[in-house]
């Protein structure tokens, strides 16, 4: 043990290293926000409250597919079809148990339509289970909340890639003779 060691075992310099840091910040004002009136500022991107997207015409994108419900780690998503006309697939219900969801985003990630979204809303609480199981109605409502005029519209284009416009063949690529470069 050298001579430096022992002093500091002996004042204890560490102790009164952190007790001087505890004294200076003792009198500085606290940065404590009072929620409820102060708001922290939620940050693009956000991953919070699911909605089912809409299309133009208000209906709903989702076609049952189902696969939100196989990537989703949590097995969160419950997606009930049925065939409709014309042997097209009818989407019945659309089920997301919020409980269980950890808001990874591969359901949205994983969605080739676009029809699965998280909001920015995070402030959602109650004393119950079943406002957290949220169904198909539920959650169209919450895109006409949350996604409502021009933020649905570029929701996919600003936070999730790659969308089908990056698949385009770039300007002055060599293409083999026959095949045109669709535009």
């Known amino acids: 043990m050298t001579?430096?060691?022992?002093?500091?075992?002996?004042?204890?310099?560490?102790i009164l290293k952190g007790?001087?840091?505890?004294?200076k910040s003792m009198f500085t004002p606290a940065v404590t926000r009072r929620y409820p009136?102060?708001?922290?500022?939620?940050k693009p991107g956000f991953r919070g409250l699911h909605a089912l997207a809409k299309d133009e015409d208000g209906r709903m994108k989702c076609v049952g597919c189902g696969l939100?419900?196989?990537?989703?780690?949590?097995?969160?998503?419950y997606i009930y079809t049925?065939?409709?006309?014309d042997h097209?697939?009818?989407?019945?219900?659309?089920?997301?148990?919020?409980?269980?969801?950890?808001?990874?985003?591969?359901?949205?990630?994983?969605?080739?339509?676009?029809?699965?979204?998280?909001?920015?809303?995070?402030?959602?609480s109650d004393y119950s289970r079943e406002p957290f199981y949220m169904t198909k109605e539920k959650l169209l409502?919450?895109?006409?909340?949350?996604?409502?005029g021009e933020k649905g519209e570029n929701y996919f284009k600003k936070f999730w890639r790659p969308l089908s416009e990056d698949f385009r063949t770039p300007?002055?690529?060599?293409?083999?003779?026959?095949?045109?470069?669709?535009?």
């Open 37 to 42: 009136k102060v708001k922290r500022p939620v």
């Open 171 to 183: 300007e002055g690529q060599a293409m083999f003779k026959g095949i045109k470069n669709e535009k």
């Open 88 to 124: 097209t697939k009818v989407v019945d219900r659309y089920e997301i148990d919020v409980l269980r969801c950890i808001y990874c985003g591969f359901c949205v990630e994983a969605c080739p339509f676009g029809a699965i979204t998280l909001s920015e809303h995070y402030e959602y």
């Open 82 to 85: 049925s065939d409709g006309e």
């Open 68 to 77: 939100c419900g196989a990537y989703c780690p949590s097995k969160c998503i």
């Open 141 to 148: 409502s919450n895109w006409d909340k949350y996604f409502a």
């Open 3 to 14: 001579g430096r060691e022992f002093i500091k075992a002996i004042f204890f310099v560490e």
């Open 19 to 23: 007790l001087a840091l505890t004294l």
